[in-house]
């Protein structure tokens, strides 16, 4: 088959040479984002005086049937044509006749499928920041219904001091603030339109790339046509995005498996987001949480592959940049599936409160607080660190926690212990006593979720 660039050649490419370079089984993503692109070159041709007003209609009807066959999955995308700018065209040039030959008039492939890529980009990018918003709202309906669920906060994967619940959660829900404000601050960065730089010099036609840049949408025009057709750096940053994204979502998911098991029990999956085992029927795995988290590196390597692809190329497009797709593609796939998922396995999960305060209170988990109890009776913090040691040390020795042990003890080491120690000590009451901006208490926290409610609109 002819190729619609083929006139200088005297050969038709090897067989090999076109499976190898096609791109259509997987650019054809960028099908609707392409014609849309093509619809708004057209208008601006025809207001530009560069085609008539005949042919604009023409090619505009054409590509509105080509879109709806596009949506209906009518079209039978060949790789004959490469990719999806010579696939729309040819199609087109199949319903229209010769006129679909004034399509690609004053442009390329080259700044063709930059704005393709910052089209695909930018609804990517609405997308997951829509559905960041739900599963922050699915963790601030759960904290709000526990901020008096009490359970001990680690470090080192050690018991540290107790926290609650609630606050245990928004901890991910301001994570994913951060996700959220990163993919609107690089929104800016997608949202200008490479269209006119042509193959890299720009074009000798009067263009008004403004035109086309406001129908469809965009802020701005790049400034240097070279720069145009050769950033990508736009993917880049949406695919570090998503990998500080899935990051957060995967320390989430790994809280789960481990709340989930029988060791911490301190939660339950709904059965819809667990799976069984082929030979154990006792089992319930949380199969969701743990290949969310293995799905993490995946994008993580969609990143790395970009990041080298483009580490040494010359200007200004070179074919090697056809390999920022298939990884942006799959990294979209996988953020939107793992996002739909996560907000409703947190809000049909069953929080076990009873394991959750039984694991604070046979723990040392207060220690801080009866340290705090000595400060404020005008010791200094590290002699009451020291005393505070010794008492735990104690009772490591005897069997026995901190709650358990007589007053008489605690006077052995210091006279200024006194009754109402073991208020301080009590569980929930030391996650109350945390009164500083940004911490547990229950004030402090209405505090916060105020704050993150503001943040999320």
Known sequence: ?????????????????????????????????????????????????????????????????????????????????????????????????PVGGRLHTAR?????????????????????????????????????????????GYTHLQRAQPVSLAHHLLAYAWMLQRDWERFRDGRARVNICPLGAGALAGTTFPIDRR??????????????????????????????????????????????????????HFIELDDAFCTGSSIMPQKKNPDVAELLRGKTGRVYGHLLAVLTVLKGLPMTYNKDMQEDKEGLFDTVKTLSGALDLLAPMLETM???????????????????????????????????????????????????????????????????????????IEPKAAVQNRVSEGSTGREALRQQLDRLKEKMG
Request: proline share 1%.
């Open 211 to 264: 035109h086309t840049a406001a129908e469809l949408g965009f802020d701005d025009v790049y400034a240097n046509s070279m720069d145009a057709v050769s950033d990508r750096d736009f993917v880049i940053e949406f695919l570090a995005a998503a990998s500080i994204l899935i990051m957060h979502m995967s320390r989430l998911s790994e809280e789960l498996v481990l709340w989930s098991s029988e060791e911490f």
């Open 1 to 97: 088959m002819e190729k619609l660039w083929g006139g200088r050649f005297q050969k038709q490419t090897h067989q090999l040479v076109d499976a190898f370079t096609s791109s259509i089984a997987f650019d054809q993503e960028l099908a609707l984002v392409d014609i849309a692109g093509s619809r708004a070159h057209v208008n601006m041709l025809a207001a530009a005086g560069i085609i008539s007003d005949e042919d604009r209609t023409i090619l505009r009807d054409g590509l509105d049937q080509l879109a709806a066959k596009a949506a209906a999955g009518e079209i039978a995308w060949d790789t004959s044509h490469e990719d999806i700018h010579m696939n729309v065209e040819y199609h087109l040039t199949k319903l229209v006749g």
């Open 350 to 424: 069953r929080v076990n409160g009873q394991a959750m305060e039984k694991a604070v209170a046979e723990d040392y988990a207060c220690a801080v607080d009866l340290a705090d109890y000595l400060v404020r009776q005008g010791m200094p913090f590290r002699e009451a660190h020291g005393i505070v040691g010794r008492l735990v040390f104690h009772c490591i020795k005897e069997g026995c926690y901190l709650h358990q042990l007589p007053l008489s003890t605690y006077q052995e080491h210091s006279e200024l212990f006194g009754e109402d120690l073991y208020q301080c």
């Open 108 to 152: 390329s492939r080259n700044d063709q499928v930059a704005l393709d890529m910052h089209l695909y980009t930018r609804e990517a990018v609405d997308m997951v920041m829509e559905k960041i918003r739900v599963v922050q709202k699915a963790l601030v309906a759960v904290a709000e219904n526990h901020i008096d669920t009490v359970l001990p």
